[in-house]
């Protein structure tokens, strides 16, 4: 739910109001149910309102508690939000509100910046402490919720949204060529604190970074999961792992319905969304709202999935939603999408989600989904590979996952980017082989797994869900990241997770929930087919990008690479089948929606 911004000054001026309100502004569609700035002394806060949880003004943001001196404004929602107030009100807390927000205030009272490891939720939040001026930032542990920052020696910015702290002005918006690098090398994965400009940082999952009154800053990890095996469990059957990971699903589930408006849910077809919907009946909801989206078929390439979907939703009895999207719609939504990213995404996959999130946001105002549980799970083709002797030492698994993951090496970035645009040395390499040595991960899997949950699930899979959803004011709220399934699924055996073709310990789980039809189908993805192959108007869109005046005079691309990929639009795919030319084409195309119009380096 929502869209946070504020700034702190680190100087003796008072904070720039007028800037956060333009930020709150830009942040319209994520809260369209309210908004609200307050300032004082050092900080000023904004936020745009989703109302999902107490329904009242008593829950608008920023929300002020006079008592304990605090305010706040946050995104997301604290699922175990009713048992935290009941620990607090045995505590002596007395509440003006029924929200999560007036729970995080005071569990911050009560419990300091250690309060974070009590919640069970997606969230990005600032807490101003009045009196002293001390602010305390924070993202949930699998950066669901997403926190941008700015800063310079005067002040410091932060946002829900990049284009929020573009509106607010004063940014720094030169590539970081160490994020262009990653872009063109890590399936245009920026992994935090970066983004592709200079000016902008992110605050990684799981951290705290404290803003004290002399302005000194620190930065904290407090959650990290352990990818090796437990002791306890290692006379565990593969029974008994897919028992545990399917209760400790059905929890993440029930989890996510709290909520003080319906709950809907997102259905592919796929294992992941009917495993929740198959749960989300078990735990009572009749009549569910589910959501199947469907393109129009492109040569031999199947616009939709709805066989599947719907058997689903006959098995459940749900109150089945398919909607189909025209082509004449696919050219104005691309547009819409790329407004929506925060940062260059170049997944087709954003698409479908803006086109959908527009059609179900007419109904709920809340859906569960199921992203995430591919990178948990091991659902992808690279990671059986990283189990062979060759991935078994740190740099073999470093090679085995560059080979089937990097979309280039540094020497192909090198000939694709404009003079001066390339980043030294080999940034992507150099990230990949640290995380990897990092301890608590033993196999080559349980790296990669362990790399893909803290960093391209974030910086994928999950900002597309966010930023595509509360595009159209709807909250996507994603089960399989819960904390606590995703430290389970980290100690179990990587061979129970690569076992039948992908996802084996969920697959077989899932036989107990969802019929068998939906389990053993081909694995399958947002058919987009418009954009599988570039094509007519979006060819000639991407074509106008690359070759506008802005883009000449960025240089970010060599010309001879941009010319030899527009002659021959389809031929050059990455690793994973990207599209090169899409992938360039994405990134100016976000530069000029965004109005980036500065010099790239």
């Known amino acids: 739910m929502c869209g946070a911004t504020g700034e702190v000054r680190l100087d003796d001026r008072v904070p720039d109001v007028a800037a956060v309100s333009a930020m709150v502004a830009v942040m319209a569609p994520r809260g369209p149910d309210g908004a609200g700035v307050w300032s004082q002394g050092r900080v000023a806060l904004g936020h745009r309102r989703l109302k999902i949880i107490d329904l009242t003004e008593h829950g608008a943001q920023p929300m002020v508690d006079s008592d304990l001196g605090l305010t706040i404004a946050w995104n997301g929602c604290i699922y175990n939000y009713k048992q935290l107030r009941e620990e607090l009100k045995s505590h002596g807390y007395r509440f003006f509100s029924t929200s999560d927000s007036e729970v995080l205030i005071k569990a911050y009272h009560r419990w300091g910046d250690d309060f974070v490891s009590r919640l069970k939720g997606m969230f990005a939040f600032a807490i101003v402490e009045c009196d002293s001026g001390r602010v305390l930032l924070g993202r949930d542990r699998l950066g669901i919720k997403p926190l941008y920052l700015t800063q310079d020696s005067n002040r410091i910015r932060f946002a829900s949204t990049l284009p929020a702290l573009l509106a607010g002005g004063g940014v720094d918006t030169r590539i970081d060529p160490v994020a262009l690098h990653h872009y063109m090398t890590f399936h245009s994965v920026v992994p935090a604190p970066l983004t592709i400009l200079r000016g902008v940082r992110k605050v990684p999952p799981a951290s705290l970074i404290a803003i004290e009154p002399d302005g000194r800053t620190t930065t904290k990890t407090y959650w990290t999961p352990d990818f090796s095996r437990q002791a306890d469990r290692s006379d565990w059957s593969e029974r008994d792992w897919e028992d545990a990971v399917l209760a400790s699903l059905r929890t993440a ?96 996959d954003c698409v479908a989600f803006y086109l959908l999130s527009q059609e179900v946001a007419k109904h709920v105002k809340v859906v569960q989904s199921g992203q995430g549980a591919d990178e948990v799970f091991a659902g992808y083709h690279w990671y059986p590979p990283m189990g062979s002797p060759a991935a078994a030492s740190v740099e073999g698994a470093v090679a085995e996952y560059r080979g089937a993951f990097f979309d280039r090496d540094a020497a192909s970035v090198g000939a694709m980017l404009g003079p001066g645009k390339h980043a030294p040395g080999d940034p992507s390499g150099l990230f990949v082989s640290e995380h990897f040595t990092r301890a608590g991960a033993e196999t080559g899997i349980d790296r990669a797994l362990r790399l893909d949950t803290m960093v391209m699930l974030v910086d994928d899979p999950v900002k597309r869900v966010d930023n595509m959803t509360m595009a159209w004011g709807l909250e996507g709220r994603v089960p399989f990241l819960d904390h606590e399934l995703v430290e389970l699924a980290a100690t179990c055996p990587p061979e129970l997770k690569i076992a039948h073709e992908g996802k084996g310990v969920l697959k077989q789980a899932a036989r107990q929930v969802i019929p068998s039809e939906v389990i053993d189908r081909p694995k399958g993805y947002f058919p987009v087919p418009a954009l599988t192959h570039l094509q007519g108007p979006y060819l000639d869109l991407v074509r106008d990008a690359l070759y506008a005046p802005i883009a000449k005079e960025r240089g970010l691309f060599a010309a001879e690479a941009v010319d030899a990929l527009l002659a021959d639009p389809n031929g050059r795919l990455t690793p994973l089948r990207g599209n090169e030319l899409w992938q360039i084409g994405l990134l100016e195309l976000w530069l000029q929606r965004h109005g980036v119009t500065g010099p790239a380096a």
């Open 253 to 348: 589930v029930e989890r996510r319905l709290v909520a003080d408006v319906p709950v809907g849910c997102l259905l592919s077809g796929g294992v992941d969304s009917s495993l929740i919907v198959g749960l989300l009946a078990e735990a009572g909801q009749h009549g569910l709202a589910t959501f199947s989206i469907g393109f129009e078929s492109v040569g031999d390439v199947q616009g939709d999935e709805f066989q599947y979907s719907n058997i689903v939703a006959e098995r459940f009895d749900t109150d089945h939603h398919q909607i189909r999207i025209g082509t004449d719609r696919m050219l104005p939504a691309l547009d819409g999408a790329i407004g929506a990213m925060s940062e260059p995404m170049v997944s087709h």
